[in-house]
């Protein structure tokens, strides 16, 4: 079956850029999606289609994919931003979700 | 804006049937533009897809659960079902409702439910 393989944690200053990789099978042949997970929450869409944002998400959040990996980019973190984030594609009519990254602010 | 709310017992006996229903308000489950789906969050873990269907009853699921999962559609009530059987303690999870757009976007998630999987 598919896989989706993300890092376990990131962490990242105040202001500074977290990066949140996403390693799949020719992943770039496919779409990505990126959810963003608070405690006690439910997922949120905050990346779809690899680099669109949906309406009310921050100009910070970017994505792009391309060869075997899809990338999510938070410019500027905000401690608001410490979450757990999961990639997300299809392979053959099956939804994948990656492994989850653990995004800390410190 | 469209909401969704997960409803149904919050323990079930091993070897039964879980069975849960997603109740979507501020937009109608027969528009034809969204698929219907099904995800679970194991304690502490990451996600998991069950399943989708289409308004038209079409459905699509996770062939790792394929044998025991069933999701249906009642269009007059504008709520969508999900039944899995012979249940044991591995199934206990948070279970979430959402929509999907364009057959690949969870776009709106309910607030999901918890079932515990216990004699």
């Known amino acids: 079956s598919y896989e989706l393989t993300q890092p376990p944690s990131v962490s990242v200053s105040p202001g500074q850029t977290a990066s949140i990789t996403c390693f799949g099978d020719?992943?770039?042949?496919?779409?990505a999606s990126w959810y963003q997970q608070k405690p006690g929450q439910s997922p949120v869409l905050v990346i779809y289609?690899?680099?669109q944002r949906p309406s009310g998400i921050p100009e910070r959040f970017s994505g792009s994919n391309s060869g075997n990996t899809a990338t999510l980019t938070i410019s500027g973190t905000q401690a608001m931003d410490e979450a757990d984030y999961y990639c997300?594609?299809?392979?053959?009519?099956?939804?994948?979700f990656g492994t989850g990254t653990k995004v800390t602010v410190l | 804006q469209v909401q969704l709310q997960e409803s149904g017992p919050g323990l079930v006996k091993p070897s039964q049937t879980l069975s849960l229903t997603c109740t979507v308000s501020?937009?109608?489950?027969?528009?034809?533009?969204?698929?219907w789906s099904w995800i679970r969050q194991h304690p502490g873990k990451g996600l998991e897809w069950i399943g989708y269907?289409?308004?038209?009853?079409?459905?699509y699921y996770n062939p790792s659960l394929k044998s025991r999962v069933t999701i249906s559609v009642d269009t007059s009530k504008n709520q969508f079902s999900l039944k899995l059987s012979s249940v044991t303690a591995a199934d206990t999870a948070v279970y979430y409702c959402?929509?999907?757009?364009?057959?690949?976007?969870?776009?709106?998630w309910g607030q999901g439910a918890l079932v515990t999987v216990s004699s």
């Open positions: 020719k992943l770039g042949d496919k779409y």
């Open positions: 501020g937009g109608s489950i027969s528009s034809g533009t969204y698929y």
């Open positions: 269907i289409y308004y038209s009853g079409s459905t």
């Open positions: 997300q594609a299809w392979d053959s009519s099956t939804g994948v």
């Open positions: 959402a929509r999907v757009l364009d057959r690949r976007i969870f776009d709106y």
């Open positions: 289609q690899d680099f």
